[in-house]
Structures are given as C-alpha cells and as structure tokens.
C-alpha cells in the first residue's frame, strides 16, 4: 500500500478533477436534458423533430468517440477547446439524451387533468410546464436522474484517453512508475464505488424526504 500512501496528494488531485468534470457535465446534462424533454412534448412540430433527433445521437455514439472529436476535430474546424472542456461538453452531450428520455417519462406520468385544469385557468404553456409538470415531474423520477449522475461519474473514466489528469489517469500513471496494477486500479474502483454508492443513498434520501412531505399535504 506504499504506493497508495506515498502518492495520496496526487489520487486526491485526481479524484478533485474527476469531481469537477462530473458535477459539470452533470449540471449541463440536467439543463440541456430538461429542455430537449421539453421540446419533445412541446406544440412545435420542428422542435419535436429536433428534440428526437438530438437523443437519437447523443444516445447512440459512445461518449470517447464524441470526446476526441471535440477535443481534436473541434479544433481543425477552428473552434478551440480545452481538453477539460472537450470532455466535460462531450458528457454533457451524451448524458443530456438520457436525461431527456427520464424527465419526458417524469412529464407523461403528471396526470392529464392538472394539465387541463391549468388549461382552463388561462394559463400558457411556458407556465403550465414550469409551474405544474416540471416539478412533479423530476420529483417522480428523482432515481433514474441520481444513475445518470453516476454514469457521468464513470463516463469521467474516459477522459484519461485525451489526456485530462483525472482518477484514472492518475491510475495509469501510478501503475507505470510502479508496475502495481491490482492496488492501484482496486483503490480507483473502490473510489468510484464509494462515490456511486454515495449517490445513491442521496438520492433515497431525497426520494424519502419528498414522499413525506407530500403525505403530510395530503
């Protein structure tokens, strides 16, 4: 375990960076995610089409693919970009397709009759998805939106191949001057599982807290 303790430092500057790019591809997935969602439900038929079009693609290329594109096609096209930033906006992009497709199912779920109750008070669509479905909607899908986050988590692994010093990268690092592959990929994936497990038991706490609350209105 020398390796682990001699280098504590580095693993934790590691594991801070590969924090940022989650908590940031995270942020920008939820809000992208949301307003796609929001487009596929929407009375616009180009935005519909728009919106199906975006999960089509950002749900089935693999999140490296889109990294090395943005971080070396983007580029050439004379559009510059940091690696961390190519790695944050490729997650970004791959998880807001997931994230689409968890609250548009949120929003199905909101029964008809809010929606047409808010209809009937003469209210408008911006205010009706804003006001009445969007709340209940993310709060009916809290579970799904917390694996998403963990998928950002581990999709951060990937960032090691363009050269971004996260967790991982790190790892290899260690495991090269080192040549201890088992201790040091063991620790990196009992990191990430401490992490994951961590969101999830926010998230049943979150999903805890909302049941109660809406019992004790009812």
């Given at each position: ?126 205010a009706i998805i804003g006001q009445v479905v969007l709340p ?83």
């Amino acid at each position: 375990m020398h390796v682990i303790l001699d280098n504590l430092g580095l693993i934790g500057e590691g594991l801070r960076t590969t924090l940022i790019i989650s908590l940031l591809a995270y942020a920008g997935a939820l809000a992208v995610g949301t307003m796609i969602a929001i487009f596929r439900v929407g009375p616009i038929p180009p935005l519909r089409a728009l919106g199906a079009a975006w999960v089509a693609v950002a749900c089935n290329i693999p999140t490296l693919c889109l990294m090395i594109l943005a971080a070396f096609a983007a580029p050439r096209a004379g559009v510059p970009i940091s690696l961390f930033w190519a790695a944050v906006l490729a997650i970004v992009f791959s998880a807001s397709g997931f994230v689409c497709e968890a609250v548009r199912s949120g929003i199905n779920s909101v029964p008809r009759g809010q929606i047409e109750a808010a209809r009937a008070l003469g209210m408008r669509f911006g205010a009706i998805i804003g006001q009445v479905v969007l709340p209940q909607a993310l709060a009916r899908v809290i579970q799904p939106l917390v694996n998403i986050f963990i998928s950002c988590l581990i999709g951060s692994s990937l960032t090691a191949a363009i050269g971004v010093r996260e967790l991982t990268s790190v790892t290899q690092q260690l495991n090269l001057l080192y040549a201890e592959a088992v201790v040091c990929f063991l620790v990196s994936g009992l990191i990430y599982l401490a992490l994951a497990f961590a969101a999830t038991r926010l998230g049943h706490a979150l999903e805890r807290r909302l049941e109660n609350s809406r019992g004790a209105s009812a």
